[in-house]
C-alpha cells in the first residue's frame, strides 16, 4: 500500500526548473521530518533534501543553493523546487521519512531527466 505519492518530475533542461510535490496521510506527515531521495541507476538513493516539523531543512551539498524545500502542512505535502539543474540530478525522486526511511512508505517515484 502506498503510504507516499510524488509528482512532479519531467524533461528538463539543463539550467531548467521543475518542481516535485509529495503527498501523505496526516498520521505519516504531521510532525515527521521527511525527505526527498534521489536514485540513480546501478547506485543506492541518497537523500538528498529533509525537513523537519518546524520547517527546518536540510540540503545535501550537491543541491544547495538550487534546491529549495518547503511544506505545507494544510496540504500535507512538501514541496522540492530544483533550479539550474545539472544532468547529475537526473534519477528517480522518492520521499519518506529521514534520515531513516520506512521500507513501507516507497512509492513510485518521479523520475527527473535533465538533459540537453
Known amino acids: 500500500q502506498v503510504q507516499l505519492v510524488e509528482s512532479g518530475g519531467g524533461l528538463a533542461p539543463i539550467g531548467g526548473s521543475l518542481t516535485l510535490s509529495c503527498s501523505t496521510s496526516?498520521?505519516?506527515?504531521?510532525?515527521?521530518?521527511l525527505g526527498w531521495y534521489r536514485q540513480i541507476p546501478g547506485r543506492a538513493r541518497e537523500l538528498v533534501a529533509r525537513i523537519t516539523g518546524s520547517n527546518s531543512a536540510t540540503m545535501a551539498d550537491s543541491v544547495k543553493g538550487r534546491f529549495t524545500l518547503s511544506r505545507d502542512n494544510t496540504k500535507n505535502t512538501i514541496y522540492l523546487q530544483m533550479k539550474d539543474l545539472k544532468p547529475e540530478d537526473s534519477g528517480v525522486y522518492f520521499c519518506?521519512?529521514?534520515?531513516?526511511?520506512?521500507?513501507?512508505?516507497w512509492g513510485q517515484g518521479t523520475q527527473v531527466t535533465v538533459s540537453s
Open positions: 519518506n521519512i529521514a534520515p531513516l526511511p520506512n521500507p513501507l512508505y
Open positions: 496526516t498520521n505519516i506527515f504531521k510532525g515527521s521530518t
